[in-house]
């Protein structure tokens, strides 16, 4: 049996055996002091510094994150954007290796993590901050580094066409309303460098939800509307979906009840457009 995994397939937790992917995460949790004794935790982390300008390092990136720094196959002083940044501790771990970082969001200070605190800071009656990007910027100085964010709609991206040697989005789309995220991947796709990269994860389940997680047929779809192509091999299929969903209620101390996994894929962009 071929033990080499596709690279475009559901990544999981069972991944993080593989030791170069834990090595990466510990590598952001030390950069975000996160406490030693919670290293080999997957669970949402932050950094402890600071409540409203901190980064974050959410479960399923664990291994989302270390699957795009392994598969992305970024030159020294790529261009790259991130698309739906948050607050996500990967495109400041980027700009720290000496990428040139864009970010980009609908929102960042507001998250769910974060609401109870917006709402207490209401009650007082103190100002609530709006300048997203100078808490990006905060965040940013905090790692040494610095990142171009701009606050937009994936879907109508702020750039020209072919700017980005690389574009991706980590756990973005599934947020997104039904036909949003088709605009946004064509979109990713238009800001995309002819022969470079887009890479993409959504939460995956090979039965369809309630909530929005992409079948295999729906991931395929993406694609296909994206007009990339892969240039690896892929696999969508699902034999152990029970045995995932219990992996992950191991690692999480089955304080979650998962349903769903990551589906991950590298796309490239055409060099010569064939009509
Ligand atoms: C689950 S979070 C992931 C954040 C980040 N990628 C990370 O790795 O932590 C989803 C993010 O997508 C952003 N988002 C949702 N819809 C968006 C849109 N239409 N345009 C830009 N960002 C969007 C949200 O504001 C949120 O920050």
Same mark, same amino acid.
């Given at each position: 049996m071929n033990s080499i995994k596709p690279i475009n397939r559901r990544i999981t &937790? /069972?991944? %993080?055996?593989?030791p170069e992917w834990k090595n990466i995460v510990l590598e952001m949790h030390s950069m975000m002091r996160v406490p030693s004794e919670n290293m080999h935790k997957f669970a949402y982390c932050t950094d402890r510094r600071g409540l409203v300008y901190r980064a974050e390092f959410e479960s399923f990136k664990h291994w989302e994150y270390p699957w795009l720094i392994k598969h992305g196959e970024f030159k020294p002083g790529a261009k790259i954007l991130d698309c739906?940044?948050?607050?996500?501790i990967l495109q400041f771990y980027l700009a720290k290796k000496g990428y040139s970082i864009t970010s980009v969001d609908i929102s960042t200070l507001k998250t769910h993590q974060v609401q109870g605190f917006w709402e207490i800071v209401k009650k007082l009656g103190l100002p609530i901050p709006e300048d997203k990007a100078s808490a990006m910027k905060a965040i940013a100085r905090r790692y040494d580094t610095s990142i171009d964010f701009r606050v937009a709609n994936i879907a109508k991206l702020p750039f020209e066409d072919e700017t980005f040697d690389h574009v991706y989005s980590i756990? &973005? %789309? /599934?947020?997104?309303a039904k036909g949003e995220d088709v605009m946004a991947i064509k979109e990713m796709s238009r800001v995309l460098k002819k022969g470079g990269t887009m890479l993409v994860t959504v939460d995956f389940s090979p039965v369809k939800m309630e909530r929005k997680a992409y079948t295999k047929e729906e991931v395929l779809d993406l694609i296909s509307a994206s007009g990339l192509y892969f240039d690896n091999v892929y696999d969508f299929e699902v034999q152990d979906w029970q045995k995932h969903l219990s992996e992950l209620d191991i690692a999480f101390s089955k304080k979650n009840k998962c349903q769903v996994s990551s589906a991950a894929f590298v796309l490239k962009k055409a060099v010569i457009k064939y009509c």
């Open positions: &937790v /069972e991944d %993080l055996r593989i739906g940044c948050g607050r996500g756990s &973005v %789309l /599934e947020h997104m």
